[in-house]
């Protein structure tokens, strides 16, 4: 078996449907080994409160193939920079109550620093890049929210949305962006 096969079946990437909550047993088993001396794990979770607004919950949708063909380009960036046994990302789409996980990643390594760097990695890289759209409702209004990562992913492109060179995206297309145009 050649080595992208093996990586590639030590990955698992899932994006579940409306009202199926994340089984964060499952992942973790999912990436046990003997061989794994560290298990580090990112439970996103919807909190009750934003900037003094009560949460009631939030929303989440997205372009299924194209997210999961991105988040699988990311496990494959981390597996280039750490030495990672098995990675398992789950991110639930539609309503996710107060309390609940709407995003979790388990990662597998020898030795807990590749796990815990890898595990960063993926949940900013995931945020930045992903096409996963959240709304937060709120319990007087509802709002689309664009993530933090990718408000600096957007600043790093230039104040006026250009970037200078090529740039690969997490699907692994280069974007040239032309400032003649």
């Known amino acids: 078996m050649n080595t992208d096969m093996a990586a590639e079946d030590k990955t ?10 994340i089984d ?11 061989q794994a001396g560290a298990i580090a794990t990112f439970s996103g979770t919807t909190r009750d409160t934003f900037e003094g607004k009560v949460v009631v919950e939030l929303r989440y949708e997205a372009y299924v193939p194209m997210a999961i063909r991105c988040i699988k380009s990311i496990c494959s960036s981390a597996r280039s920079s750490w030495n990672l ?8 789409l539609g309503p996710v109550p107060v309390g ?28 930045a ?3 996963i759209w959240k709304k937060e409702v709120y319990a007087n209004g509802e709002v689309w929210k664009e993530n933090s990562e990718f408000l600096e992913r957007r ?5 006026d949305g250009s970037f200078s060179g090529e740039r ?8 040239k962006v032309n400032h003649s145009e």
């Not at 964060?24 to 003997?34: G, R």
């Not at 046994?85 to 639930?92: G, L, P, Q």
């Open 12 to 21: 698992l990437v899932e994006i579940l449907e409306e009202h199926n909550p």
């Open 85 to 92: 046994h098995s990675i398992a990302v789950a991110h639930r």
């Open 100 to 127: 609940e996980t709407s995003v979790f990643i388990a990662i597998s390594s020898v030795h807990r620093a590749d796990g815990l760097e890898a595990c960063k990695f993926l949940i900013d890289e995931l945020k």
């Open 24 to 34: 964060l047993a499952k992942y973790i088993n999912y990436v046990s080994a003997p």
């Open 168 to 175: 690969k995206s997490c699907c692994g297309a280069k974007v």
């Open 129 to 131: 890049s992903v096409p």
């Open 155 to 159: 600043l790093d492109l230039g104040n």
